[in-house]
C-alpha cells in the first residue's frame, strides 16, 4: 500500500501486516510508526493501536515470512509431503515412510537455500540456517504450525526435536486466515461426509467468540453482540463440544489401533530378536566346544613332539656313545698292528723265524710246509 493511502478497519490491520511482515525487518519499526500514524489519521484509533503492538520479528522468523510469501508453490508442496508422511506413520508403512522421510530432507534443504537466496543471506550463522530448517520441519509434522507458517507473520521460530514440535512459534495478531492461505487442498483428505452436519465451521466458532469474520465479498465486519449472536453462539458451543467429542473418539480409536499395531510390532521384533539371540547362543556353544576340542588336541600333540624330542636326544646321545666306543675299538687295533710289525721286523733282523709269529696285518700264524 501506499504510505499516503488511508486504513481503516479490520481490512486495514491485515493490509498492515501483509506489509510489515513481507518486507526486509530493517524496515519493520520505521513501516510499522508510518502505518499507525495513517490508521490514526484516518480515525481507525483502535487500528492504529493494534498496529503500534505489532512485534518485529527474529531474523529466522522473518527469514520464513518472506519465504512463504515469495515462494507459495514450494510451501504448498512441503505441506502436501507433510501429510502424506503423517499418513504413512499412521498406517506404519515403513517403506513409504522411508520414502518420504528423504524427499523431506531434501525438499527442507531446497526451501532453507531459497530463503536465504530471497532474504539476501549469503552466510547465515549455523543458529539461523537451524532456525529456519526447524521451522520448517515443524510445519511438516504438525498441521497447526503449518496453519501459522501460512500467514506468513511469525514473530518467533518453532523448534522441532524430530518427534515432534517442542515449542510453537507466536503470531504477529490474531486474524482470521485468509482461505488462499489455508493448507493446500491437497492435505485434506476428509470428505465432507467425514467432516459431519454437526461440525461447526470456522465462521460459525469465530463468531460466537466475538471475533472478526471475513464476509462473502471478502471484507472482514465485526461481530454484533445481539440475542441472536449469543444464541448462535450457544448453538455453535454445542455443536464445537459435539464435533469435539466426535473427534476425541476417533482419535482415541486411531491412537488405540495405532498402539495395538505397535504392540504387535514390538511383540515381533522381541521374538525375533529372541530367535536371533538363541541362534547366536548355539553358534556360540559350538564354537566353544570345537575350540575345546582343537585345544585338547593340541595339547595331545604338543606331548607327542615332546616324548619324540626326548627320544631323539637319548638316541643322539646313545649313538655319541658307540661312536666313542667305536673309535677307542679302531684306536686299540691300529695300535696292536703297529705293535706286530714292529715285533715282525725285529725278528726278521735277528734272524730268526717268523713261523710262530702272527702277521702283523692279519694277526695268523703262517702255515708251514704240508700243512694245509
Not at 503423517?86 to 527442507?108: C, D, F, H, I, T
Not at 566346544?289 to 613332539?305: I, K, L, N
Request: aromatic residues 2%.
Amino acid at each position: 500500500m501506499r504510505q499516503d493511502e488511508p486504513v481503516t478497519g479490520p481490512s486495514s490491520l491485515r493490509t498492515a501486516v501483509d506489509e510489515l511482515y513481507s518486507n526486509p525487518m530493517s524496515e519493520f519499526t520505521a513501516r510499522r510508526k508510518t502505518l499507525a500514524a495513517a490508521a490514526k489519521k484516518a480515525g481507525d484509533t483502535e487500528a492504529a493501536a493494534h498496529i503500534l503492538g505489532l512485534r518485529k520479528p527474529t531474523l529466522v522468523a522473518d527469514t520464513v515470512n518472506r519465504l512463504v510469501r515469495v515462494a507459495r508453490t514450494e510451501i504448498d508442496e512441503l505441506l502436501v509431503l507433510g501429510s502424506r508422511l503423517r499418513e504413512a506413520e499412521k498406517a506404519l508403512n515403513g517403506p513409504e515412510m522411508r520414502k518420504l522421510s528423504g524427499r523431506r530432507r531434501q525438499l527442507v534443504n531446497d526451501l532453507t537455500r531459497l530463503a536465504f537466496d530471497i532474504t539476501d543471506q549469503p552466510a547465515p550463522s549455523a543458529s539461523v540456517r537451524e532456525g529456519v530448517i526447524s521451522t520448517l520441519n515443524a510445519a511438516l509434522a504438525d498441521e497447526d504450525i503449518a496453519d501459522m507458517l501460512l500467514s506468513g507473520a511469525l514473530v518467533t521460530q518453532a523448534r522441532w526435536d524430530g518427534f515432534g514440535a517442542t515449542s510453537l512459534p507466536e503470531l504477529a495478531t490474531v486474524l482470521p486466515l485468509d482461505v488462499g492461505r489455508r493448507r493446500p487442498a491437497a492435505t485434506v483428505h476428509e470428505s465432507a461426509d467425514d467432516a459431519g452436519a454437526d461440525a461447526p465451521s470456522q465462521e460459525i466458532r469465530d463468531s460466537a467468540a466475538g471475533k472478526v469474520v471475513p464476509t462473502a465479498a471478502g471484507t472482514a465486519q465485526p461481530v454484533v453482540d445481539t440475542a441472536a449472536g449469543k444464541a448462535a453462539g450457544k448453538a455453535a458451543q454445542k455443536a464445537a463440544e459435539k464435533a469435539a467429542g466426535k473427534a476425541a473418539q476417533k482419535a482415541a480409536g486411531e491412537a488405540a489401533e495405532k498402539a495395538k499395531a505397535a504392540q504387535e510390532n514390538a511383540e515381533r521384533e522381541a521374538a525375533e530378536r529372541a530367535r536371533a539371540e538363541d541362534q547366536q547362543r548355539r553358534r556360540l556353544e559350538s564354537a566353544r566346544a570345537e575350540a575345546a576340542s582343537a585345544a585338547d588336541d593340541a595339547a595331545g600333540a604338543a606331548e607327542a613332539v615332546q616324548a619324540i624330542d626326548r627320544r631323539l636326544g637319548e638316541l643322539s646321545m646313545q649313538l655319541a656313545l658307540q661312536r666313542e666306543l667305536l673309535e677307542q675299538a679302531q684306536q686299540t687295533l691300529r695300535d696292536a698292528q703297529t705293535r706286530s710289525r714292529a715285533a715282525h721286523n725285529a725278528l726278521t733282523r735277528a734272524g730268526g723265524s717268523t713261523a710262530d709269529h702272527p702277521s702283523p696285518r692279519t694277526g695268523r700264524r703262517p702255515i708251514g710246509p704240508g700243512l694245509s
